[in-house]
């Protein structure tokens, strides 16, 4: 098999390893949310237990379950991407640039990851493998 060959079909696969993507980090995010509200699959530190559902971190959670379950799903992707990747900034700027610029020293290397990762989504949609493009079809 040629390199041009091999390049050819690695690209095809652009769609479906956009869907991995969202999987993925949709998963992740979506198990935040739930360490939050429900204390699953572990509580919040320091001390394991939930935070207030009327709270900042409360909303954020319910943002994170909500918003998480639909982007695993790939429903509704580009709109709940763009809200998500906004609460992704809020949260850097307001919970970890005052401790500094650098991301890897502030501990804001998720909520960056994230907000790009979402921010990319909601341009690009949830991918082949997703229910907006089972709706499509």
């Not at 956009?18 to 429900?38: D, N, Y």
């Not at 307001?94 to 991301?103: D, M, N, R, T, V």
């Amino acid at each position: 098999m040629s390199e041009r060959t091999l390049v050819a079909r690695w690209s095809g696969w652009g769609p479906q390893l956009q869907s991995v993507l969202r999987i993925v980090a949709a998963g992740i995010f979506f198990l935040a949310g739930t360490m939050k509200l429900f204390a699953f699959p572990a509580g919040v530190p320091p001390n394991g237990g939930t935070v207030p559902l009327l709270s900042e971190v409360g909303l954020a959670g319910v943002l994170e379950v909500v918003g998480g379950g639909l982007l695993l799903l790939g429903l509704f992707t580009r709109p709940v991407a763009f809200i998500l990747s906004g609460e992704m900034a809020v949260a850097y700027f307001q919970f970890f640039a005052p401790k500094g610029f650098w991301p890897l020293l502030n501990g804001g290397i998720d909520p960056v990851i994230f907000c790009f990762i979402w921010l990319y989504l909601s341009a690009a949609g949830g991918g082949a493998w997703s229910l907006d493009a089972a709706r499509r079809r």
